[in-house]
């Protein structure tokens, strides 16, 4: 034990000497009060050094910006000029993510965890994660079929795992689900939840009637670059990892990169931004992955789309590039509706899900996957899932102890998912 703690300690200050430090970053937490701020507040998306981590929801209703030393006092006076009501919720951002480091490295050191083994008392490597993928492809090749979808930017394979009791017997394949997780690498519940999903459908027998006449289809890390980097350097990293042409800085986000409506509004032509959309749709390879999913699988019968991201417990329906309430905006909402009351039925922590259209709620956000998966991709119910992040404000950073109760209510709210689209979609000549 003693040695494991020196041992710790020693990794830990290795990982201090090797990230990008937030020294003096803080986090204003900032409430508009009238479309002058509300406007203010969008203008400041655009800007580099300003990173949204909790997006007002009204007036009134706060968000929680991280702002680089070099602009603090320039917003300040800013802040004071509007009149806006702001208080400084993370004086030091660093402080944060040490204590990130330390719950990383005391709850790494006690899951035990064999090579191709699966864990959710501690965040897992990208590596560590494949590994467990590949097993279950081996463990149980009657249900689970795991595949290279494609490559991120930097090369490391993007792994899908298909889930089937068996093709259908009839020319209409069986209702199919598509969930992928982790396209904002910092995001670090998301992967863990699809992991969970994986876990209990192919592993544990009870939940085998969730396969029998419904597909799935899961990456669980789609922004692995993005990942890495998030473990090893910046635990903030948000965007792939492709430095574009002559741009000044790295990344794109994947979530403005989609071609649907690209750049219409909520996303930038600004590298330094969070929200760069790349320099043309689909610029960058692990987007590519999905548009060519979709195009390849013509005849899938995806018939719900879900892209999970963390946090705010929130279930978001499109459209996201402007607020537009699709035609079938009736059973978006409430097919939505029946994921988050089964979550908060299920929940442990006093989880408690809006479930909304994304640009009403939040701002618009052109180039998002699920406005393009229904656009383009002709799934009507398409979603974005915003996880809870544990019962304290610790943002992207929620400690380890709080995966298991956040993987396990949001399996509950998949299990409703399946139940209306086999209800809805499936039968009984598809059996297999
Ligand atoms: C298996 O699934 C059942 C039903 O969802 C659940 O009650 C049980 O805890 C699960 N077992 C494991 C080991 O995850
Ligand atoms: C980027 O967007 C800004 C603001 O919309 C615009 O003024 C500028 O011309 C654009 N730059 C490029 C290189 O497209
Ligand atoms: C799509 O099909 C092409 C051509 O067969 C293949 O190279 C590519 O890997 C496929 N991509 C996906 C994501 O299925
Ligand atoms: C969620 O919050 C709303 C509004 O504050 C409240 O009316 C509702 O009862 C809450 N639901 C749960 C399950 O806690
Ligand atoms: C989408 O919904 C419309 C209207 O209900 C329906 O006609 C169409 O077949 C649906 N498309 C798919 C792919 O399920
Ligand atoms: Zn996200």
């Known amino acids: 034990m003693m040695r494991n703690k020196i041992l710790g300690y020693f990794l830990f200050l290795i990982g201090v000497i090797n990230a990008e430090s937030f020294l003096g970053y803080k986090v204003y ?35 929680d910006i991280m702002v680089d030393p070099v602009e603090q006092e320039t917003f300040e006076k800013e802040l004071s000029q509007t009149g806006m009501p702001y208080k400084v919720v993370v004086d030091d951002v660093e402080r944060l993510l040490q204590i990130d480091r330390v ?39 009657q249900i689970a079929t795991v595949t290279t979808a494609g490559h991120s930017y930097e090369g490391r394979e993007i792994l899908m795992v298909k889930i089937s009791s068996g093709a259908s017997q009839t020319v209409v394949p069986k209702p199919t689900i598509f969930i992928d997780a982790g396209i904002h690498s910092r995001e670090w519940i998301a992967q863990p939840v699809a992991l969970y999903l994986i876990q209990q459908l192919v592993e544990n027998n009870t939940n085998a009637g969730m396969y029998q006449n419904v597909d799935w289809v899961i990456i669980p890390n789609l922004n692995p670059d993005g990942y890495e980097f998030t473990y090893n350097n910046n635990r903030m990293w948000r965007k792939n990892r492709r430095l574009e042409g002559n741009n000044l ?8 990169n989609f071609n649907y409506q690209w750049m219409f509004n909520g996303a930038s032509n600004n590298s330094c931004t969070e929200i760069y959309a790349g320099p043309e749709p689909f610029s960058e390879p692990e987007t590519r992955i999905i548009r060519d999913w979709f195009l390849n699988n013509t005849n899938a019968n995806v018939k719900l789309y879900m892209a999970v991201h963390s946090f705010g417990e929130m279930v978001l329906f499109p459209w996201g590039y ?25 929940s442990t922590m006093g989880s408690n899900y809006t479930v909304e259209n994304s640009a009403t709620l939040l701002g618009a956000a052109a180039g998002a996957a699920d406005d393009w998966v229904k656009a383009v991709a002709n799934v009507n119910l398409t979603y974005t899932l915003e996880l809870p992040n544990g019962d304290a404000p610790f943002w992207f950073m929620i400690p380890a102890r709080q995966i298991l109760p956040v993987v396990r209510e949001t399996f509950e709210g998949f299990r409703a998912l399946h139940q209306y689209i086999q209800e809805q979609f499936w039968t009984s000549q598809q059996q297999s």
Not at 34 to 63: C, H, I, M
Not at 249 to 256: A, E, K, P
Not at 322 to 346: K, N, W, Y
Request: with cysteine.
């Open 322 to 346: 402007a607020p537009i309430l699709p035609q079938d905006v009736a059973t978006l909402r409430h097919v939505g509706s029946l994921m988050a009351r089964a979550i908060e039925q299920a």
């Open 103 to 141: 719950d990383r490295l005391m709850t790494r050191s006690r899951s035990i965890m064999g090579p191709g083994q699966v864990t959710f008392t501690s965040f897992m490597k990208y590596d560590e994660q494949m590994a467990y993928l590949r097993r279950i492809g081996r463990d149980y090749p």
């Open 249 to 256: 800085c790295y990344g794109t986000d994947l979530n403005r």
């Open 29 to 63: 937490q900032v409430t508009p009060q009238t479309q002058e701020n509300a406007e203010f507040l969008q203008k400041l998306k655009y800007k580099p050094n300003y990173d949204f981590w909790v997006e007002s929801r009204a007036f009134g209703s706060p968000s």
